[in-house]
């Protein structure tokens, strides 16, 4: 069974990273480019509001599951699992409309500042918290502590 658990890991890291690699032909982002230019005097791309949402809240939906494909394996406790979704989707739904004023001000709130609010946005940046945040509290469970 061991076997089981991490081979639905290596799926759930696999898909996030096929989600990084077909993002140019996957998503409507005219802002890939823009931010790999890594110039905050670059020009401003003209953009569709509706279809950027729509493909941000696509992406967010495809990292979302193989995030939680991720947890549940590696933890296999659904309330733990539960509990990432809506920490997840927590941290999206503070960062994305902070992302989507970004935009509309054009990045005058500063570049740097909407270039990691976009990571938060497109990346699954809080599995990378969410994962040590569960091994500590199955340690200490494991330890008899509750926490």
Request: aromatic share 22%; hydrophobic share 60%.
């Amino acid at each position: 069974m061991n076997y089981l658990k991490w081979l639905f890991v290596f799926l759930g890291i696999s898909g996030l990273i096929a989600v990084r690699f077909v993002e140019n032909h996957l998503f409507y982002d005219p802002f890939l480019a823009f931010f790999k230019i890594a110039d905050r005097n670059a020009i401003f791309p003209d953009f569709e509001w509706l279809p950027l949402v729509l493909n941000y809240l696509f992406r967010f939906a495809l990292n979302l599951i193989f995030s939680l494909i991720i947890i549940q394996a590696l933890f296999q406790n659904k309330k733990w699992t539960i509990q990432a979704l809506v920490l997840i989707i927590i941290v999206f739904g503070i960062t994305f409309p902070v992302y989507l004023f970004c935009i509309h001000t054009k990045f005058e709130i500063g570049y740097l500042f909407s270039f990691y609010m976009r990571r938060f946005v497109i990346q699954p940046l809080i599995l990378l918290l969410i994962v040590p945040l569960f091994y500590y509290r199955k340690a200490q469970l494991e330890k008899g502590l509750d926490i």
